[in-house]
């Protein structure tokens, strides 16, 4: 779920798998009130990184698709 969306419906409290692999704007959130709790989890990690792995022409298009 984007962070826009995160603010705008006012969702208190997210909790995300990992952020090594895409690291999002969670200094927005906090900063907004939200309360963020990463699992850090190696699975999540490993499911990402896979994915990222076997598909870098896919993966580099949505990456470019969040910074416009």
């Known amino acids: ?8 419906y006012k969702i208190s409290r997210v909790v995300i798998g990992e952020n090594e692999n895409l690291k999002g704007p969670e200094n927005c959130l906090i900063e907004s009130g939200i309360e963020l709790e990463n699992m850090d989890l190696p699975e999540c990690k490993e499911l990402l990184g896979s994915y990222i792995l076997q598909n870098p022409d896919l993966w580099a298009n949505e990456i470019e698709r969040i910074h416009e």
Request: proline fraction near 0%; charged fraction near 0%; aromatic fraction near 0%.
């Open 1 to 8: 779920m984007c962070s826009g969306t995160i603010i705008l």
